[in-house]
């Protein structure tokens, strides 16, 4: 029911995911990030606590593979899950238990590994991070490349519904974190025009919370 890429900028240490699904609110559910630690799809029958414990194993010092082996042994249904993870110094680990729904595929690339159930195709996930690593621009824009690449190559089998891009940075809150919790037609490219749009305000609003005296101006009525 999704698919999804997670991924590093080893330049910045932004760590950020893409995703999307034939299900509502994907992004409320499946994306996990902790800035400085590392970034988590927790997919296919979702629990959305496997995000947080991986995060808290890595936080605590274990690499991906171990804190993912170790979440899911507190897990009596990880036979349902599917979930990727990468860290940020780029390593990655990832696991589909037996009772992951249709085609699912997994594949890693340079800072980025891609994950997805119900697929039209196993290669959607090998175009994914195909994308995202020859993909220009800044680190969210290659996230949504990523995703776009997912569904050109087939996506799910049916149609999605929903789609989000989740980015953190050097801060306790994300920079980014957009979503389109349903859209009858093509959630992906209204999460893409949600970031052109958001793209050249990013800035301010980083500025507005770390030093509101060097803020620009909001631009609304009341608040020359």
């Not at 593979?65 to 009596?76: F, P």
């Not at 159930?117 to 959607?124: D, F, R």
Request: aromatic share 6%; net charge negative; glycine share 10%.
């Amino acid at each position: 029911m999704t698919f999804s890429v997670a991924a590093r900028c080893p330049d910045s240490g932004q760590l950020g995911i893409a995703i999307s699904s034939s299900s509502i609110a994907v992004g409320a559910r499946c994306p996990w990030l902790l800035a400085g630690v590392g970034a988590v799809s927790s997919q296919n029958i979702t629990l959305p606590v496997l995000g947080q414990r991986v995060l808290g194993h890595l936080e605590d010092g274990l690499a991906p593979e171990q804190a993912l082996r170790k979440a899911l042994a507190e897990d009596a249904f990880s036979q349902y899950r599917q979930v990727t993870v990468i860290d940020i110094a780029g390593r990655t680990a990832h696991f589909s238990g037996d009772r992951t729904l249709g085609t699912f595929s997994v594949a890693e690339g340079q800072d980025c590994i891609a994950g997805g159930n119900m697929l039209a195709s196993p290669a959607v996930t090998a175009a994914m991070t195909t994308a995202f690593t020859e993909v220009k621009g800044a680190f969210t824009t290659r996230l949504i490349a990523a995703l776009r690449a997912g569904l050109t190559a087939g996506g799910e089998a049916g149609p999605v519904h929903s789609a989000a891009v989740n980015v953190v940075d050097n801060y306790a809150w994300p920079v980014v974190d957009l979503r389109v919790d349903w859209c009858d037609t093509d959630p992906v490219a209204a999460l893409e025009s949600l970031w052109q749009a958001y793209e050249p305000q990013m800035a301010a609003y980083i500025t507005r919370a770390l030093d509101p005296r060097r803020a620009p101006g909001y631009g609304v009525p009341g608040s020359e």
